[in-house]
């Protein structure tokens, strides 16, 4: 069986087929290079004027990213209440024809369950078991468990927001994932590699974001559905240069132990984090081939999640959104395959085109097409 290593090699080698693909990668980094989305670089401002700070540190990086974060969650908090989450979690499915699931869904406010509620779940159940700490982050995890027929999930979420949907949805996207697995052979059911799992989990948690899905769930006007959903992205982009930017960190680092970690940090931060404090010029001659031999692992998985996940989430949306049956349909298809076929034939397949990166590009590219 393939390890994640040689996947990642034959995942390059694969790429070499779809051109585009590598385009894409590289176009989004320089594309960070060149511009930035708005809503970040006031917030830079905003620091470097109410502190006096010339060179950002590693903390402020959190900072713009919590602020951020906040920002998006206080100004939605009323359409995103805690309270309402269950059951549009069960209209959701519902929409997207998971009709079976979403009799099965069974939502527990405590961490553990009883015997008698154990006994009670039936084949294709997804539980989700929610500790509601205040004192601890809130997060997500899921614990396959569909060997047996079961999804469970385990959650601590506590606030309303999109943050919290995005957590349980995301969740509840790999618990479909595994639910839906029809591998004959057991050794292949998640011989799949992670970011593809992450890509497919990411294209449920981004209905929360869909325009006609924010309509026809939470009752949100189309003009505050598309403004959350560009700040979203815009806060997506934000992530994914800081992730990339460790990524190289960290490849840099390892590969140098001698070097000073604060001008790494300083060389990296630039080149990703604050694209416009200092404006460097895109390669006019783009050598992927070398480029590719600094381009880390774990950077490369982020990428590639991004890639596929704006691939899928484009092919399966019609006029624009993905909450139909149809995408169900797909998604279900695109499940049932596990790690028997190799991830691009099971999207060429369910998709009927082979995968290209360009729908990522296309995404963050529409950030910068609507600011002027
Ligand atoms: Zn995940």
Redesign the pocket.
């Known amino acids: 069986m393939l390890g994640e290593k040689d996947r990642y090699i034959d995942f390059l080698e694969e790429m070499r087929k779809y051109p585009g693909g590598w385009d894409a990668v590289f176009s989004i980094l320089d594309s960070w290079t060149n511009s930035t989305d708005v809503a970040y670089q006031p917030l830079l401002d905003e620091i470097a004027e109410t502190w006096g700070i010339e060179n950002y540190a590693p903390w402020d990086v959190a900072y713009v990213r919590y602020e951020f974060q906040t920002r998006i969650n206080d100004e939605y908090a009323d359409a995103f209440g805690i309270g309402e989450m269950h059951e549009r979690l069960r209209a959701t499915l519902k929409g997207l024809g998971f009709s079976e699931a979403e009799r099965a869904i069974r939502c527990f406010s405590k961490p553990h369950l009883s015997q008698e509620e154990l006994g009670s779940l039936v084949h294709g159940t997804i539980t989700v078991r929610d500790h509601g700490n205040r004192q601890l982050r809130q997060f997500g995890k ?1 614990n396959d468990a569909s060997l047996m027929g079961l999804a469970d999930i385990e959650t601590n979420l506590h606030e309303d927001g999109v943050g919290t949907y995005r957590i349980l949805f ?1 969740e509840v996207g ?1 618990a479909l994932h595994h639910l839906n697995i029809r591998s004959k052979y057991h050794m292949l059911r998640t011989a799949f590699p992670k970011y593809f799992s ?1 890509a497919v ?1 990411q294209v449920v948690e981004f209905l929360v974001i869909d325009v006609a899905w924010l309509g026809e769930v939470c009752g949100m006007r189309p003009e505050s559905a598309a403004r959350l959903r560009r700040l979203v992205v815009s806060l997506e982009l934000q992530k994914m240069r800081e992730n990339t930017m460790w990524a190289f960190y960290e490849n840099e680092i390892h590969a140098n132990q001698s070097v000073a970690r604060r001008d790494v940090w300083r060389r990296l931060a630039r080149r990703f984090l604050y694209p416009r404090t200092d404006l460097e010029s895109a390669p006019g001659e783009r050598e992927y081939e070398e480029r590719l031999m600094y381009f880390p692992y774990s950077a490369l998985q982020i990428a590639l999640t991004i890639l596929i996940r704006e691939h899928l989430r484009r092919a399966l949306s019609q006029d624009g959104t993905m909450f139909t049956t149809r995408a169900g349909e797909m998604l279900k298809e695109i499940f049932s395959f596990g790690g028997s076929e190799h991830w691009t034939t099971v999207v060429e397949k369910v998709t009927g085109e082979p995968f290209s990166g360009e729908s990522a590009a296309n995404t963050f590219n529409s950030l910068l097409e609507s600011k002027s």
């Open positions: 899921y995301h790999h992450e989990a």
